[in-house]
Nanobody, 121 residues
């Protein structure tokens, strides 16, 4: 069974920083892309940042220059360093991992349960 677990969400003041972590565990043969998405109250879930297994990254325009995604492939872990946080960054942040359970099958999307980030004074 595969688990994807996020951590690191908290209440932080505007201008502050947070680091989110997400680890995939269980029985699988490989992970392709890993990424972060967020969902603010009353809004649809949106992409924040993604990272391929080869290290290519992609960011939403709203977080470019403030957020940095990184991976530790040996630990099946992805991080999101968030700096210069704004109130509009307030949301539940979800981790996504594209995981291949065994050879010969496609990669499937697995999601974590979410971690809440609140940016407020």
């Amino acid at each position: 069974q595969v688990r994807v677990v996020e951590s690191g969400g908290d209440l932080v003041q505007p201008g502050g920083s947070l680091r989110l972590s997400c680890a995939a565990s269980g029985s699988f043969v490989s992970i392709n892309a890993m990424g972060w998405y967020r969902q603010a109250p009353g809004k649809q879930r949106e992409l924040v940042a993604t990272s391929t297994s080869g290290g290519s990254t992609n960011y939403a325009d709203s977080v470019k220059g403030r957020f940095t995604i990184s991976r530790d492939n040996a630990k099946n872990t992805v991080y999101l360093q968030m700096n210069s946080l704004k109130p509009e960054d307030t949301a539940v942040y979800y981790c996504n991992a594209q995981i291949k359970l065994r050879r010969g099958v496609p990669y499937y999307d697995y999601w974590g349960q979410g971690t809440r980030v609140t940016v407020s004074s």
